[in-house]
């Protein structure tokens, strides 16, 4: 069966341009979350959807930064006017319940602004 | 507040020395402790659950309640285990959401 697929896989962008990612979590999954994860670093967290509920954005470094999931399946994070410091993979990964359990990660989106 | 620390950054083994990764967290409840492991090049994955009490290519990890800990271990390190391992925790607060430590790098030399 299909797992979570995001697209673009890799992303080239000059400083200032507005950029978008989209992640298509595994059917029937109501929570879907959005990492960045640095070069060398960790997870970090972005944003939590579940379901129906507002969105947790509590991750979300600047108001640069936001994310929709459309009719509960497809998720797009945008990034407006990036900076350097944007550079990063972003994951994102999705799950099946509401106490989530097992997360299922997509392959990221490699973003890099020059 | 959930909280899941991995006080490690960097662990390095020789093959065939034991290891054990190290986390504790932070929950008042009854959490689902989770390993996850990143290979070099590759999606991030499940590597095994407290719930299921299973060994995973020979990694076991054993929730202790008592010392709020989820220590993975392995009596023998393979060059293959070189990865990040994150620990994770989910709960039925926060609407379920789960959280990740910071990660540890494991790098298991010939």
């Known amino acids: 069966g299909a797992g979570v697929s995001q697209s673009p896989s890799n992303k080239v962008t000059e400083k200032g341009k507005d950029v978008e990612l989209r992640c298509d979590p595994i059917?029937?999954?109501?929570?879907l979350y959005w990492y960045r994860q640095s070069l060398g670093q960790g997870l970090e967290f972005l944003i939590y959807?579940?379901?129906?509920?507002?969105?947790?954005k509590s991750g979300l470094p600047s108001d640069r930064f936001s994310a929709e999931r459309t009719g509960g399946s497809v998720s797009t994070l945008t990034i407006q006017r990036t900076q350097q410091e944007d550079s990063a993979v972003y994951l994102c990964?999705?799950?099946?319940?509401?106490?989530?359990?097992?997360?299922?990660f997509g392959e990221g989106s490699r973003l890099t602004v020059l | 507040a959930q909280r899941v620390t991995q006080p490690e950054k960097l662990l390095s083994v020789f093959k065939g020395a034991p290891v054990e990764l190290k986390c504790n967290y932070s929950?008042?409840?009854?959490?689902?402790l989770f390993w996850y492991v990143q290979y070099s090049r590759q999606r991030l994955q499940l590597l095994l659950r407290?719930?299921s009490r299973e060994s995973i290519k020979g990694f076991t990890a054993d929730l202790n309640k008592g010392e709020t800990s989820f220590h993975l271990k392995k009596p023998f390190a393979q060059e293959e285990d070189s990865a990040m391992y994150y620990c994770a925790l989910s709960g039925n607060t926060n609407a379920g959401k789960s959280t990740f430590g910071d990660g540890t790098t494991l790098t298991v030399k010939p």
């Open positions: 990964a999705s799950a099946p319940g509401r106490r989530t359990g097992e997360l299922f």
């Open positions: 959807f579940q379901g129906n509920s507002a969105p947790d």
């Open positions: 059917s029937g999954h109501t929570a």
């Open positions: 929950y008042s409840g009854s959490p689902e």
């Open positions: 407290h719930i």
